[in-house]
């Protein structure tokens, strides 16, 4: 099973960002969250959010009025908008798929993860 | 939130070194913690879940422990390819937080 994601690499201030993450080799339909992550030098990983194959989304409260997850699942792949981007947005984003474990929920796969700069 | 904090940022070491990483979490967790070692432009790859359960194919000189607030990641004989970076993730409330990661230098 691998996750790619895809997205444009630049989006202007005010802008919104879109991200989808396409799931080969496996069902997007299994008992999995799956979920967005990001990463920047100054402040590290954050969890964004996830969603079920059902739709049952959760999302990180500092990011959720500006957060939608949907998933399609004919097309195996799930997608991450955010609205009203700021350079702070700019950021490595990672698609994740979490699995249940003894003690908790963990990320087994990622995807390579994409550059999205924030810039005019 | 619960803060996870990771020490030290950095380390350096040789090959064939014990070296700990500590995370300490805000708020006790049991043992729903995880560690993943990164490198550079690969995806994250999950070493350690509940604290302490190695996963398949990661090799034995990594060990992790701790519950409640306090986690250590340990590679007892350090080989080349573990000179990279790694970080703690709880999993005990949202939202999931992260270590800020320490990177591991020759």
């Known amino acids: 099973v691998q996750l790619q994601e895809s997205g444009p690499g630049l989006v202007k201030p005010s802008g919104t960002l879109s991200l989808t993450c396409v799931v080969s080799g496996g069902s997007i339909s299994s008992s999995y969250w799956w979920t967005w992550v990001r990463q920047t030098p100054g402040k590290g990983m954050q969890w964004i959010g996830e969603i079920y194959y059902t739709g049952i989304t959760n999302y990180n409260p500092s990011l959720k009025s500006r957060v939608t997850i949907s998933v399609d699942k004919s097309k195996k792949q799930f997608s991450l908008k955010l609205n009203s981007v700021t350079a702070a947005d700019t950021a490595v984003y990672y698609c994740?798929?979490?699995?249940?474990?003894?003690?908790?929920?963990?990320?087994?796969?990622w995807g390579r993860g994409t550059l999205l700069t924030v810039s005019s | 939130d619960i803060q996870m904090t990771q020490s030290p940022s950095s380390v350096s070491a040789s090959v064939g070194d014990r070296v700990t990483i500590t995370c300490r979490a805000s708020?006790?967790?049991?043992?729903?913690l995880a560690w993943y070692q990164q490198t550079p432009g690969q995806a994250p790859k999950l070493l350690i879940s509940a604290a302490s359960t190695l996963q398949d194919g990661v090799p034995s000189r990594f060990s992790g422990s701790g519950s409640g607030t306090d986690f250590t990641l340990t590679i007892s004989s350090l080989e080349p390819e573990d000179f990279t970076t790694y970080f703690c993730?709880?999993?005990?409330?949202?939202?999931?937080?992260f270590g800020q990661g320490t990177k591991l230098e020759i």
């Open positions: 708020q006790g967790i049991k043992t729903w």
């Open positions: 993730q709880q999993s005990s409330s949202f939202p999931y937080t």
């Open positions: 994740a798929r979490a699995s249940a474990y003894d003690a908790g929920w963990y990320f087994n796969l």
